[in-house]
T-cell receptor
Framework: AQSVSQHNHHVILSEAASLELGCNYSYGGTVNLFWYVQYPGQHLQLLLK??????LVKGIKGFEAEFIKSKFSFNLRKPSVQWSDTAEYFCAVNYNNAGNMLTFGGGTRLMVKP | GAGVSQSPSNKVTEKGKDVELRCDPI?????LYWYRQSLGQGLEFLIYFQGNSAPDKSGLPSDRFSAERTGGSVSTLTIQRTQQEDSAVYLCASSSTANGQQFFGPGTRLTVL
């Protein structure tokens, strides 16, 4: 079965620190890749997505992610985090040959200290 | 325009009762998905509707769970004879195309006592 792994369950950073959240997925053919964010008390929102083309994708709020096909990875990065980035981050994969649903990682809770 | 809406936002029920959860997708979106988010299980796919095609029910955990989508728009997720392990946040999402970006609703928090 397809699976998505997020290596860090909890991350605590100070403001202005750099962020990298890991995401690896199991092999399953062609994939579409997503990062979603859930701010406290809010619903899931899309940060960025990769369907094809340039493997380095830019998202909202200064986030970016790099698709490395050989490593089955789609890590999320931000050069300088802000207190307002405190949230839970979910990596999600759509395996094109297995239906249209998303397979989610377990999520990473990020706390940014002011 | 309006996003995905779900009702109720919170539902508390007793073990053994049936519950219905409602989802209103974004107007014009042909694809509709149900997921649930629970402690220890994360976010799990439940069921997927695409246009007039037969739904993909592969994620439903038991035959107590069912869903329908009327007129290609509103969807209802029904859980019969609820159990305590059904307690979770049930999320609905819609997209304009298959494999497209999914827009999520705020969820319904279900608590089974």
């Amino acid at each position: 079965a397809q699976s998505v792994s997020q290596h860090n369950h909890h991350v605590i950073l100070s403001e202005a620190a750099s962020l990298e959240l890991g995401c690896n997925y199991s092999y399953g053919g062609t994939v579409n890749l997503f990062w979603y964010v859930q701010y406290p008390g809010q619903h899931l929102q899309l940060l960025l997505k990769y369907f094809s083309g340039d493997p380095l994708v830019k998202g909202i709020k200064g986030f970016e992610a790099e698709f490395i096909k050989s490593k089955f990875s789609f890590n999320l990065r931000k050069p300088s985090v802000q207190w307002s980035d405190t949230a839970e981050y979910f990596c999600a994969v759509n395996y094109n040959n297995a239906g249209n649903m998303l397979t989610f990682g377990g999520g990473t809770r990020l706390m940014v200290k002011p | 325009g309006a996003g995905v809406s779900q009702s109720p936002s919170n539902k508390v029920t007793e073990k053994g009762k049936d519950v219905e959860l409602r989802c209103d997708p974004i107007s014009g979106h042909t694809a509709l998905y149900w997921y649930r988010q629970s402690l220890g299980q994360g976010l799990e796919f439940l069921i997927y509707f695409q246009g007039n095609s037969a739904p993909d029910k592969s994620g439903l955990p038991s035959d107590r769970f069912s869903a329908e989508r009327t007129g290609g728009s509103v969807s209802t997720l029904t859980i019969q004879r609820t159990q305590q392990e059904d307690s979770a946040v049930y999320l609905c999402a819609s997209s304009s195309t298959a494999n497209g970006q999914q827009f999520f609703g705020p969820g319904t928090r279900l608590t089974v006592l």
